[in-house]
């Protein structure tokens, strides 16, 4: 891995952890604009707590050290929150601001996703059989 694709890998991480965390904490407060949001979007006020329970464990996961698999396992559920999120509001009818701020943590998660370094990611092994 060089040392541009660690830089970029880290900075979309750490950005992307920023995003998740701070969206995450502020779901499960339930502040009055995320509720009324979640209403607009047709979906239950409880799932604000799911997802930022959800968010939260993501970020602890994507950031610590080995665990390969709970790492795709975040990165999947990120990019299914935040696709989800992008869908629905494109579907409401929302404004590009409104939409812009699940994009960009969709991209995120792609981009440290996709920079993530060998260490963090699965390792197949093929085992042949005899013949």
């Known amino acids: 891995m060089t040392k541009t694709h660690k830089i970029i890998y880290w900075i979309a991480t750490l950005w992307l952890a920023l995003g998740m965390v701070s969206t995450g904490v502020v779901q499960m407060m ?7 949001r ?9 799932l ?8 939260l464990l993501g970020v602890v996961a994507v950031l610590i050290p080995k665990y ?3 790492k795709e396992w975040a990165y999947a559920g990120f990019f299914f929150a935040m696709s989800g999120a992008v869908i629905s509001h494109i579907v409401v009818g ?9 994009l960009l943590l969709l991209t995120l998660t792609v981009v ?10 699965i390792v ?5 059989g005899e013949e």
Do not use: C, N, Q
């Open 94 to 102: 929302d404004p590009i601001s409104e939409i812009f701020p699940s």
């Open 38 to 46: 979640m209403a607009h979007l047709g979906y239950p006020t409880y």
């Open 30 to 36: 339930k502040m009055k604009d995320d509720v009324d």
């Open 48 to 55: 604000l707590t799911m997802l930022g329970i959800w968010k």
């Open 124 to 128: 197949s092994v093929v085992v042949r």
């Open 112 to 121: 440290s996703w996709y920079f993530r370094p060998e260490s963090r990611k």
């Open 68 to 70: 390969p698999l709970l």
